[in-house]
């Protein structure tokens, strides 16, 4: 029998996303839903995450947090998904997931909170500036369906999560290339799924 996922989230976190990523799979999981505040810092959900944030998976005896390293874990845990390309062709695959949590995910987090570094300050910061990690992101994405392969990806999932939040929320500016790109991946059956149990279907 393999061992259990146990997948602790909120349904108002970046937890979607690894719930995209356990639907698209197909595996059974049990889900654990953490509230933010007393319930994430308690003491048992401490020694899954000491960061007391989710989402976070415990796949048997193995704990892992941080939503890149999740998904990269799943893909490579259950192969028959196809979730990741052939090992020998991972270039553009970690490049764009690795972008994502490294990049993009900080430059949007600085924005919504309305700071961007100035031109002193541009070099302290791995992604430099919103909009360069934006205008990146565009050229990387434009005119593409697969982001690192000839077919649906991780990474696709990673970058079409955080680009459809971002919009969704107008956090990211709907720009054409953003909005193409997106479109099919969240028409995809498990993403329809994780927004029906979330209540967010609309």
């Not at 999981?29 to 989402?55: Q, T």
């Not at 924005?111 to 205008?135: C, H, I, V």
Request: aromatic share 12%.
């Amino acid at each position: 029998m393999a061992d259990e996922i146990v997948f602790y989230t909120n349904p108002q976190s970046r937890g979607l996303t690894t719930h995209w990523m356990l639907e698209e799979i197909g595996c059974p999981y049990r889900m654990e839903v953490k509230a933010y505040g007393p319930e994430m810092k308690a003491p048992d959900y401490l020694a899954i995450n000491p960061m007391g944030k989710v989402p976070a998976i415990k796949h048997g005896d193995t704990v892992v947090t941080e939503t890149g390293a999740i998904l990269c874990y799943l893909a490579d845990a259950f192969p028959a998904a196809k979730l990741a390309p052939p090992a020998g062709e991972r270039g553009a695959y970690y490049r764009w997931l690795y972008f994502i949590a490294g990049c993009a995910e900080p430059a949007m987090s600085n924005k919504s909170a309305g700071w961007d570094p100035n031109e002193e300050l541009q070099r302290r910061f791995g992604y430099g500036t919103y909009q360069l990690t934006m205008d990146t992101l565009e050229k990387a994405v434009a005119g593409k369906r697969h982001i690192a392969a000839d077919h649906f990806t991780a990474a696709d999932l990673f970058v079409s999560s955080f680009l459809n939040f971002g919009m969704m929320f107008n956090i990211i500016e709907k720009r054409p290339a953003f909005a193409t790109y997106v479109k099919p991946h969240v028409e995809r059956p498990a993403w329809q799924k994780v927004m029906k149990q979330s209540g967010m279907a609309g």
